[in-house]
DNA sequence: ATGTCTCACAAAGTGAGA
């Protein structure tokens, strides 16, 4: 079983490079991040046509989130359940007896922003869905864009970062908390080459110079460990002409 | 380099967000 995450940047703009993606990485579970569309103007016809059964939850202008897989998805939840959001940021199925889960988590702008309070609260929230949901489901993986730079090594120039936004400590505690709860990360359980990003601003020919952060991650649960086979970043849809400033990151499972 | 990309507004450039 194979399952990748990609923040789009915009599904309308990205939906045919996305196909062309999905034709050439069929994958059996994908989740989408920053569709960027409400939900009657989600391309689902044309997701379907490709194969895929398709849950979404979006909204105007920002955000929006995706769930693509090959045999049905059950059990949806759209955001975090008490959690009062008017963002959409998450979407949660089960997917051949693995509980998916794919988020967008909050950029938070700058340490000392409402936005970042906003991220804080967002994170406290989303703890608490992943402890209910790793008691109710056996196998578990959270997958998107986490917005959050887990150590120095997944940042191109961590003397610069050091406490900036998806650096700082507290993002870097709620990290490591997802890993004392039980969540591993899933491309750090392999040798990977130095300086793999997910993200590459747009700006400042930063992909040309591999200026990144990873930032895109895949967490599975103890009981998914064992079955983890790979998980690799792939980097080719970046160098596409009209690129998302993201990579998908995918994982392959026994 | 404040360096780009995307979306929306009542636009024909500008601001917000990333």
Redesign the pocket.
């Known amino acids: 079983m194979r399952l990748a995450t990609w923040n789009v940047?915009?599904l309308?703009?990205?939906l045919p490079q996305m196909l062309d993606w999905l034709a050439a990485n069929p994958v059996d579970v994908l989740v989408l991040q920053?569709t960027?569309l409400t939900d009657d103007k989600f391309p689902a016809a044309e997701i379907e046509a490709a194969g895929y059964q398709v849950q979404w939850f979006g909204q105007?202008?920002?955000n929006g989130v995706a769930l693509l897989s090959r045999s049905a998805a059950t059990d949806i939840i759209k955001n975090l359940p008490g959690f009062d959001d008017p963002q959409a940021r998450v979407i949660a199925g089960t997917v051949a007896g693995v509980r998916c889960i794919g988020a967008y988590f909050?950029?938070g702008?700058a340490p000392d922003s409402d936005?970042f309070t906003y991220k804080m609260a967002w994170l406290d929230a989303l703890q608490r869905f992943l402890s209910a949901e790793l008691q109710t489901h056996e196998k578990l993986v959270l997958m998107g864009d986490f917005?959050i730079a887990p150590t120095d090594a997944d940042v191109y120039d961590p003397v610069a970062w050091a406490g900036q936004i998806h650096c700082t400590p507290q993002e870097r505690g709620h990290f490591q908390a997802m890993l004392e709860g039980g969540l591993v990360d899933a491309f750090r359980l392999f040798e990977q080459a130095p300086k793999s990003w997910s993200w590459w601003?747009?700006?400042?020919?930063a992909f040309r110079k591999n200026q990144g952060l990873r930032i895109d991650h895949i967490l599975v649960n103890s009981a998914l460990k064992n079955q983890v086979k790979s998980c690799v970043i792939d980097k080719l849809p970046r160098k596409n002409e009209?690129p998302?400033?993201h990579a998908p990151v995918v994982i392959e499972l026994a």
């Open positions: 940047n915009s309308n703009v990205r920053e960027k105007k202008t920002y909050p950029n702008q936005k917005n601003d747009y700006r400042n020919l009209r998302s400033d």
